[in-house]
């Protein structure tokens, strides 16, 4: 059983700017813009104890600069401090469209870092490549697995290139991966990247220590939802399990609100727990590879690596991640993935429980708890006024001119404690250079088109007081109509609209009688389809006389010899399970004139 201090930086501080030109502070996680921020940051933490965890963004020194002067101030070396300190700048540049100086840049700063690291912090890794672009965009699992280690292998011939034998540039990477939402399959890449990546470091030459790889897990933010949210604790618990069975080192337990908020106690505590579990009740500390003979796993675990292989070839060919993100081709192929994977859940091939099946029409969303941003902002500027306003600056310039000249993270610890800030300690490095831009990959979620779908339809409610009617032509007694009027019911409310359910009609006259009544923006025909021939031809007609306005669905799927004839009656769409629900909704919606 081991712990880690995993500590989020916020998106300025990942980007080294400082809080008080941040457009958010503390959006994602802490700030940090000077050696007082770090020394407060990790101020009772044992790092002689527990590993440090901490993903810098583009460029580790400043961060690694910062952290190694906190620890100087207080008469503590790096000798023992174990984890990561490490940066993925090919990753924040596909993630942002963007990096403040070309990418050689960065690639000196990881060399330097590597270089520092290797002398002063034997224990600690400076290159964190991590998946989370890559799966937020949607890809594949083996897009993601692929894309990860043609970035490693980049940062390798980077690092030697500077300098560095293959087995110190092995040593300082550490792997980042996101699990998804299928159970197996992540178990299977999780087993098969392991021995790709042993290959590639040993075809560089490096020996049998440097071929191993330290893996570091999440849950995938993809796969979470707003809606019925707490779903989203299970979906957790299933991700980073197979994680634990596909063999990672180490994992962060995301809170179940992770897409809504920033967690509270109560889900921080339900993540908690989530490792208690796996810990004591699940045994999962004992068995060293417990899917290992497992004939399905193994199987599918020799599909993954084929697989990884031939991705990772494909990108090597074209002449490797860097290229391959500036051609575009990594980002196409992501959004075929992506356009596949809404695709199944707008059919509903793919179910996203609470969103695109099984709703809950009495949720209340949870409450985003907004923060005062500006006062944030002001209290920040603050406490770094207060800090520098004592400092010697020309102490703090001499300083940073020199961090400039050699860019080593002995100078930026000089910097650091002269009292330079984030933002200076990473204009040294990059400041004059020129940059580097490239599409980016944007994030998404899963299910992001099912709830935009629903708030249009909550939000209309609530400014109109009105909603998409849908009635319910029940025909026949309850057991002839209910496992159609179940199934609409539920395709319907996921769009959040009032269906207008009823015990069913004898006659096609009463139905379109109460249909018309109703003053529905639609009507659906729920019956069987022995009774539709000659159900349909005589209602639909009589729907389209009371309710000229609104369309007119029936319930299931037409059989071939058939559909003419519906069509003819006057049928405008079918409601089954090979209807695409997002298509429909939305086009109701549109109808409606909820979308403009």
């Known amino acids: 059983k081991r712990q880690i201090y995993h500590i989020v930086l916020d998106s300025a501080t990942r980007a080294g700017v400082d809080a008080r030109q941040a457009p958010h502070v503390g959006d994602i996680g802490t700030s940090v813009t000077t050696v007082d921020d770090m020394h407060t940051l990790l101020e009772g933490l044992d790092l002689g104890k527990f590993p440090l965890y901490i993903y810098a963004g583009a460029n580790a020194l400043p961060i690694l600069s910062l952290v190694a002067a906190a620890r100087r101030a207080v008469g503590e070396d790096m000798s023992n401090v174990r984890g990561i300190i490490g940066a993925d700048p090919i990753g924040a540049l596909a993630a ?352 992001e088109r099912f709830e935009a779908l629903r708030k249009r339809t909550e939000d209309y409610k609530a400014e109109k007081n009105d909603n998409v009617k849908i009635f319910l032509a029940n025909m026949g007694p309850i057991p002839q109509h209910k496992a159609r009027a179940d199934f609409t019911t539920g395709f319907l409310q996921v769009g959040a609209f009032e269906v207008l359910g009823n015990d069913g009609f004898k006659t096609v006259e009463e139905a379109a009688e109460a249909a018309g009544a109703s003053g529905a923006d639609a009507v659906v025909i729920c019956s069987t389809d022995a009774t539709y021939p000659e159900i349909v031809p005589a209602l639909a007609p009589k729907l389209h006389e009371v309710l000229p306005n609104a369309r007119v669905f029936l319930a299931g799927a037409a059989p071939k010899d058939l559909l003419e004839t519906y069509n003819n009656a006057g049928i405008d769409e079918y409601i089954s399970v090979r209807a695409n629900c997002y298509e429909v909704l939305e086009r109701l919606q549109k109808k409606k004139g909820m979308i403009a």
């Not at 990477?173 to 470091?201: D, E, H, T």
């Not at 933010?221 to 596909?246: A, C, H, Q, W």
């Not at 404690?417 to 994030?443: N, Q, R």
Request: some cysteine.
């Open 96 to 447: 942002d469209g963007k990096l403040d100086a070309p990418i050689a840049a960065y690639y000196d700063s990881l060399a330097a870092a590597a270089r520092w690291a290797s002398t002063n912090a034997p224990h600690l890794r400076t290159i964190f490549v991590r998946s989370d672009v890559y799966s937020n965009g949607g890809a594949s699992d083996v897009q993601e697995v692929a894309s990860v280690l043609s970035t490693a292998a980049a940062y390798l011939r980077a690092l030697c290139e500077r300098g560095l034998t293959i087995d110190e540039a092995a040593s300082q990477i550490a792997f980042g991966f996101s699990m998804g939402a299928n159970f197996f399959l992540q178990i299977a890449k999780l087993r098969a990247v392991r021995p790709i990546w042993a290959q590639i470091v040993k075809a560089f030459g490096g020996n049998a220590e440097s071929q191993k790889m330290r893996i570091h897990a999440r849950p995938a933010l993809f796969f979470k939802t707003v809606y019925d949210p707490y779903v989203n604790m299970l979906r957790n618990t299933t991700e980073i399990f197979s994680g634990v069975v596909g063999g990672i080192d180490s994992f962060e337990s995301a809170p179940f609100d992770e897409p809504i908020r920033k967690g509270d106690e109560f889900s921080r505590r339900i993540a908690r727990n989530i490792q208690i579990m796996l810990q004591e009740e699940f045994g999962m500390l004992q068995p060293i590879d417990p899917a290992g003979g497992s004939w399905a796993v193994e199987t599918l675990t020799r599909q993954m690596k084929e697989k990884i292989w031939a991705e990772f070839q494909s990108i090597e060919k074209s002449g490797g991640i860097l290229e391959a993100l500036r051609s575009g081709s990594v980002q196409e192929g992501i959004a075929k993935i992506l356009a596949d994977r809404f695709k199944n859940a707008d059919l509903r091939k793919d179910r996203i429980v609470g969103n695109n099946m099984y709703p809950n029409m009495t949720e209340t969303l949870l409450d985003r708890r907004e923060e005062d941003t500006a006062a944030l902002k002001a209290q920040r500027a603050a406490d770094i006024e207060a800090y520098l306003s004592d400092i010697d600056t020309k102490h703090r310039d001499e300083a940073l001119a020199a961090f400039k000249v050699d860019g080593s993270v002995d100078q930026g610890i000089e910097a650091a404690l002269a009292g330079a800030t984030i933002a200076e300690l990473m204009a040294a490095v990059t400041e004059g250079k020129g940059a580097e831009t490239l599409t980016a990959i944007a994030p998404h979620r899963w299910s």
